[in-house]
């Protein structure tokens, strides 16, 4: 018998609508929703409802709110459990509340500070990130690499095969932009940011995040969480915690992770979140295994 995981989305999977219809058809979602809107102090509901765009694409904002969603898509899929879990950025977030590493509550407060001090840090860090398509992943960090004479940058997400995403200050990344596609890459193109995330200018969000982490209990995982950095399986709660405040300043490692829980057994993906992202990144990663989403209301019925 195959292996079943969930994949939770990053930023950048959020829309206007998102979890609307959870809101209206679940009690259960509706005081988890409630119950994360007073824990952050931020009417989420109200701006996941109905906007505007702009206020749902703020980062402080976007980020508890694309947690909430996953977290209680989750919580409502009763007799579909994974057996294995891992989370693209923010999402190891979500992932590690199902994994039960960490409860709810604490974490979307968690979440709450991360995406405040991200935002800070990419005010007082300017910082851009630009997606690199086509090229192999030693290209691309030997252009990072080149280009780090005129500033800051380093691969930030190994996407899929010839999906990678570079960040860092912004002479930096022109530079590396520049070099990559002189290299061959297919097609070089910035990202509309708030900040580099996943590289050296998000050390003071680190250090913020880190004081929060430390206040945060968390215990040891009921099931492997494949973390961003290091690609591999974590159930320690010291463990994960640590590589939590690592990830803000080093490599989303998405390739390798989905390949290492394909190797561990996984033969079928649902991407619980918002949006399909993930599914798009695990069909090129290996077309072979079966990927699923869930993010409406009518696809959680059927697991209640």
């Given at each position: ?6 994949l939770?989305p ?8 998102m ?9 259960e ?26 206020s ?34 923010l999402g ?6 199902a994994?039960k590493?960490?409860q ?12 405040e ?6 005010i ?20 990072c690499?080149?280009?780090s004479?005129?500033g800051?940058v ?18 930096g990344?022109?530079?590396a ?8 890459a297919k ?14 200018l998000?050390?003071s969000?680190?250090e ?15 099931i492997?969480?494949?973390a961003?950095v ?16 690592q990830?803000?300043?080093k ?13 561990d ?22 077309p072979?295994?079966?990927v ?13």
């Amino acid at each position: 018998m195959g292996k079943r995981a969930f994949l939770f989305p990053g930023q950048g999977s959020q829309y206007v609508g998102m979890a609307k219809d959870l809101y209206e058809n679940s009690v259960e979602a509706k005081e988890m929703i409630k119950t994360a809107e007073e824990a952050v102090g931020v009417p989420l509901s109200q701006i996941m409802f109905e906007g505007p765009e702009e206020s749902l694409k703020q980062t402080d904002v976007t980020q508890p709110a694309i947690f909430l969603h996953s977290v209680v898509l989750a919580s409502l899929v009763r007799t579909l459990e994974p057996d294995m879990v891992a989370g693209h950025s923010l999402g190891e977030y979500s992932a590690l509340v199902a994994a039960k590493a960490i409860q709810f509550y604490d974490a979307v407060k968690l979440v709450r500070v991360r995406g405040e001090a991200m935002l800070q840090a990419g005010i007082d860090w300017k910082g851009t990130m630009a997606a690199v398509v086509g090229l192999d992943g030693k290209l691309v960090e030997e252009a990072c690499f080149e280009a780090s004479a005129k500033g800051v940058v380093q691969c930030a997400n190994f996407n899929s095969p010839g999906q990678i995403v570079i960040s860092g200050s912004v002479d930096g990344v022109k530079e590396a932009m520049v070099l990559a596609k002189a290299k061959g890459a297919k097609l070089v193109k910035e990202l509309v940011v708030s900040g580099a995330f996943h590289s050296p200018l998000m050390e003071s969000a680190r250090e913020r995040l880190k004081t929060k982490l430390d206040e945060t209990p968390f215990y040891d995982a009921k099931i492997p969480v494949y973390a961003n950095v290091t690609a591999k399986p974590a159930q320690s709660k010291d463990e994960v915690k640590d590589l939590l405040n690592q990830q803000l300043t080093k490599p989303v490692r998405w390739e390798e992770t989905i390949v290492n829980m394909i190797n561990d057994g996984a033969d079928e993906f649902y991407e619980v979140g918002p949006g399909k992202v993930l599914q798009g990144l695990v069909k090129r990663i290996n077309p072979n295994v079966k990927v699923f989403g869930i993010d409406k209301f009518s696809e959680v019925e059927k697991y209640l």
